[in-house]
């Protein structure tokens, strides 16, 4: 088998790996807005930043621990932070808006980093690009409708959260330079379950019979998509398997009208496709100067 062979092998196999891991984490997702009704957003975040923990573990134990050394201790952890605060705006966001909605606004990260990295990293971004960007926060306002009677705060939440998984994929092309990609994911993943395991006994609240199969259900599921991202990240081209993160919004839809019975309108159909269209574009430019790009895990 030739190189070339070898490599298209590999990323038709990331491209499997990547796609399952989104049913995986939208089943997460889904679970995550069932249970807040009941729980603190914090003790929801905190169960599912273990099974992502538990993800790389089993990861690490398969590999070795040697890809856990790190040269830069202070902004890996810098980035658990980023996390750790993304992924509980965004829980807290998911008990008051439509599981499909938060997914939509989330995807709006990419059109972060493409702004950040011109302004932190001095990268180009060409003209198209730039409107796609704007293209893309047109079709996040028409999601959101400020000024409309369906408009919630929670959607700046999730903006917030979108924003600080942003800064997090950033940081990770400061670290790609000397560090693995396991290294980050793991060093994020311990940071993030070690900060929400030192809240979880202000707002832990006793775990009801009828739902510990589902917190176990979802931190399998929260783990489970995490190491299927990571070995996708492995074996194929980042810039291959990323738009794959999108097939998520398919997944979020059909568990927010099957389980809450929300039915998206049409605007946020609309808005949703915008979104998609632009962000896929915008990955699209990026396959000229591929990138290592960090899981989508905890948004």
């Given at each position: 088998?030739?190189?070339?062979?070898?490599?298209?092998?590999?990323?038709?196999?990331?491209?499997?790996?990547?796609?399952?891991?989104?049913?995986f984490f939208g089943t997460?997702?889904?679970?995550?807005?069932?249970?807040?009704?009941?729980?603190?957003?914090?003790?929801?975040?905190?169960?599912?930043?273990?099974?992502?923990?538990?993800?790389?573990?089993?990861?690490?134990?398969?590999?070795?621990?040697?890809?856990?050394?790190?040269?830069?201790?202070?902004?890996?952890?810098?980035?658990?932070?980023?996390?750790?605060?993304?992924?509980?705006?965004?829980?807290?966001?998911?008990?008051?808006?439509?599981?499909?909605?938060?997914?939509?606004?989330?995807?709006?990260?990419?059109?972060?980093?493409?702004?950040?990295?011109?302004?932190?990293?001095?990268?180009?971004?060409?003209?198209?690009?730039?409107?796609?960007?704007?293209?893309?926060?047109?079709?996040?306002?028409?999601?959101?409708?400020?000024?409309?009677?369906?408009?919630?705060?929670?959607?700046?939440?999730?903006?917030?959260?979108?924003?600080?998984?942003?800064?997090?994929?950033?940081?990770?092309?400061?670290?790609?330079?000397?560090?693995?990609?396991?290294?980050?994911?793991?060093?994020?993943?311990?940071?993030?379950?070690?900060?929400?395991?030192?809240?979880?006994?202000?707002?832990?609240?006793?775990?009801?019979?009828?739902?510990?199969?589902?917190?176990?259900?979802?931190?399998?599921?929260?783990?489970?998509?995490?190491?299927l991202v990571i070995k996708?990240?492995?074996?194929?081209?980042?810039?291959?398997?990323?738009?794959?993160?999108?097939?998520?919004?398919?997944?979020?839809?059909?568990?927010?009208?099957?389980?809450?019975?929300?039915?998206?309108?049409?605007?946020?159909?609309?808005?949703?496709?915008?979104?998609?269209?632009?962000?896929a574009y915008t990955l699209?430019?990026?396959?000229?100067?591929?990138?290592?790009?960090?899981?989508?895990?905890?948004?």
């Open positions: 088998m030739t190189s070339a062979e070898s490599a298209e092998r590999g990323n038709m196999m990331g491209v499997l790996l990547m796609a399952v891991s989104m049913v997460a997702d889904t679970i995550a807005k069932f249970m807040t009704a009941d729980y603190p957003a914090l003790q929801v975040v905190g169960i599912r930043q273990m099974g992502l923990l538990a993800g790389v573990v089993i990861y690490v134990l398969l590999r070795g621990t040697s890809q856990l050394r790190t040269r830069r201790p202070k902004m890996q952890l810098f980035r658990g932070l980023c996390a750790t605060v993304s992924a509980t705006l965004f829980v807290l966001a998911l008990r008051h808006i439509p599981l499909a909605d938060a997914t939509a606004i989330a995807f709006v990260a990419p059109f972060f980093v493409t702004i950040l990295g011109a302004i932190l990293l001095k990268e180009k971004v060409d003209a198209p690009r730039w409107a796609a960007i704007g293209l893309g926060f047109l079709g996040m306002v028409v999601v959101i409708r400020p000024g409309f009677d369906s408009f919630h705060p929670a959607y700046l939440l999730v903006l917030a959260s979108a924003a600080l998984f942003a800064t997090r994929q950033v940081i990770s092309r400061f670290l790609g330079a000397t560090e693995k990609t396991i290294t980050t994911v793991a060093f994020t993943a311990a940071t993030s379950a070690g900060i929400l395991a030192l809240v979880q006994p202000f707002v832990w609240q006793t775990i009801k019979p009828g739902d510990i199969w589902l917190f176990v259900l979802y931190a399998c599921a929260a783990g489970l998509g995490e190491f996708a990240l492995e074996i194929a081209e980042a810039v291959v398997v990323a738009p794959l993160q999108y097939t998520m919004i398919i997944w979020t839809t059909c568990y927010g009208f099957l389980v809450f019975g929300d039915v998206p309108d049409i605007l946020t159909i609309c808005g949703t496709a915008i979104i998609v269209a632009s962000g699209q430019r990026s396959r000229m100067k591929p990138r290592r790009i960090a899981p989508p895990a905890g948004h």
